[in-house]
């Protein structure tokens, strides 16, 4: 295949990019005003499945930037045609805080140990240091503001580099990765400590951050496959995706679906074999009352069949192959978020129409940022001295 040079073109958005951002919009607010009247109906409920939908989609957006760092770091052509998707979900994160801000007046509904009761268990007040509701605000906002801060920096740079074509920003943007891989790993790990483990404070795990490393990987590789599949039925990418890159991404989703699997087993079965009252709680809840069968749900189609399919070096360079196990593993990323979140409030197991609308409304907003943002700019990073080279190789794989 003969490619063209960077400055023949200016791998500018298709018009269907313009589309998705109209869709996602349409989806969002309408099932955003379903979620005001669940509100008005069921406060509790609203506050949980709103904490879902948020916890879901921010996890999309906070597995992008780890991976453009990542690939910052390591090279590689598989990083050049994700680069601009990669930006664009990562830079969605300040509608995410906005969006976010609700479950601030839902923090005394969320979490048991905001409500007055709490001062009476000894347990949660050697906790009240840490989980109390002002500093648990505090850091919201500083979680925020370092994920935010961090995607506009290494943005910012690659952007300059479409510019300037400064050969030493590719080192720029290394240096600014390295540090900021281990600061992101610290700040996430942290959020989902408040966000979601202190759903219920008696329990802890100390690798329960890093089960989210895995799950957050999984949602942004799916997404980059679904998003480029879609992408190439239109030029720029038409002509730049190559089933290399395909394979390389399926290959990293695999990976990501292991360390998913690894952290989840290990949890489980490090607290299994201590068998220990306070530990074995947070399983009970999640693994009896039918929770039971969403847990085997996630082991059979969160883990087993994508890992068998994945296995397949043919099916990961067919586009249309690939996209079904990315979106079947989207809606996975969902059931696991429900099953880590609703038990913590409901015994039995228990399905509300909250659970669907909220990730709707959240996904739908998200979907038309993230089109907004990747329409602004080239879809390739045009200045990248590795472009030519990651492209310009055999155009296969789409069916």
């Known amino acids: 295949m003969t490619v063209a040079s960077p400055d023949s073109t200016s791998y500018a958005a298709p018009a269907a990019v313009g589309r998705l951002q109209t869709a996602g919009l349409v989806v969002g607010v309408v099932a955003a005003a379903a979620c005001v009247a669940g509100y008005l109906t069921d406060a509790?409920?609203?506050?949980?499945?709103w904490l879902l939908g948020c916890t879901l989609w921010l996890g999309l957006s906070l597995g992008a930037l780890a991976v453009a760092m990542i690939h910052h770091l390591t090279g590689g052509a598989w990083g050049i045609p994700a680069r601009r998707i990669l930006?664009?979900?990562?830079?969605?994160?300040?509608?995410?805080l906005v969006l976010s801000l609700p479950l601030l007046a839902g923090i005394p509904s969320l979490y048991p140990w905001a409500r007055p009761e709490?001062?009476?268990?000894?347990?949660?007040a050697h906790k009240a240091a840490y989980l109390n509701e002002p500093f648990f605000v505090l850091r919201f906002f500083v979680y925020f503001a370092l994920w935010i801060g961090l995607a506009w920096w290494v943005r910012r740079l690659s952007l300059a580099q479409d510019r300037t074509g400064d050969p030493k920003l590719v080192h720029a943007m290394a240096r600014v990765s390295a540090p900021g891989l281990v600061l992101w790993a610290f700040v996430t790990t942290f959020a989902y400590f408040d966000w979601l483990m202190s759903l219920q404070p008696h329990?802890?795990?100390?690798?329960?951050?890093v089960y989210f490393f895995g799950g957050a990987g999984?949602?942004?590789m799916a997404f980059l496959a679904l998003a480029a599949v879609y992408l190439a039925r239109w030029e720029p990418m038409r002509s730049v995706l190559a089933a290399r890159h395909l394979h390389d991404w399926g290959k990293l989703l695999f990976a990501f679906i292991m360390l998913w699997a690894y952290f989840a087993f290990s949890q489980f079965l490090i607290i299994w074999a201590g068998n220990l009252p306070e530990e074995i709680e947070w399983y009970l809840h999640r693994t009896e009352h039918g929770w039971g069968v969403i847990a085997m749900l996630l082991v059979l189609f969160h883990f087993a069949v994508p890992f068998a399919l994945l296995l397949s070096r043919n099916l990961k360079k067919r586009s249309v192959q690939l996209a079904w196990v990315a979106a079947f593993l989207l809606v996975m990323r969902w059931l696991d978020n429900l099953w880590q979140i609703a038990p913590s409030h409901h015994r039995e197991l228990t399905l509300h129409w909250l659970d669907v609308a909220a990730p709707l409304a959240v996904g739908g907003l998200w979907l038309a940022a993230f089109a907004w943002l990747l329409k602004r700019h080239p879809l390739l990073p045009i200045h990248d001295p590795h472009l030519l080279d990651s492209i310009g190789e055999e155009h296969s794989g789409h069916d």
């Open 44 to 49: 509790d409920q609203f506050f949980l499945s």
């Open 87 to 96: 930006e664009a979900a990562a830079g969605v994160l300040p509608l995410l």
């Open 118 to 124: 709490a001062a009476g268990d000894a347990n949660l």
């Open 203 to 209: 329990w802890f795990s100390t690798i329960y951050g």
């Open 218 to 220: 999984i949602s942004t």
